[in-house]
């Protein structure tokens, strides 16, 4: 993964997941603007989550090609 794609998607991920959070703390739950950020909050951890393990599956296939 190039370093300007994961930096980029883990910015993305980051203001996902703060935009949603703060929204959250505004919306009455049960409404469906609530459920709607609620599922932009988890679109916006899977995001990260997956942008973590490209990073490490990366720098460790790396690691292996290099002989350490």
């Known amino acids: 993964m190039p370093p300007e794609l994961g930096r980029m998607a883990f910015g ?11 929204l959250l703390l505004t919306l009455t739950p049960g409404t469906p603007q609530f459920v709607v950020t609620l599922f932009t ?19 460790r296939r790396t690691n292996r090609e290099d002989g350490q």
């Open 41 to 59: 909050l988890f679109m916006g951890l899977l995001l990260g989550l997956i942008v973590v393990a490209g990073v490490i599956w990366t720098r």
């Open 12 to 22: 993305w991920a980051a203001f996902l997941v703060l935009a949603s959070g703060l």
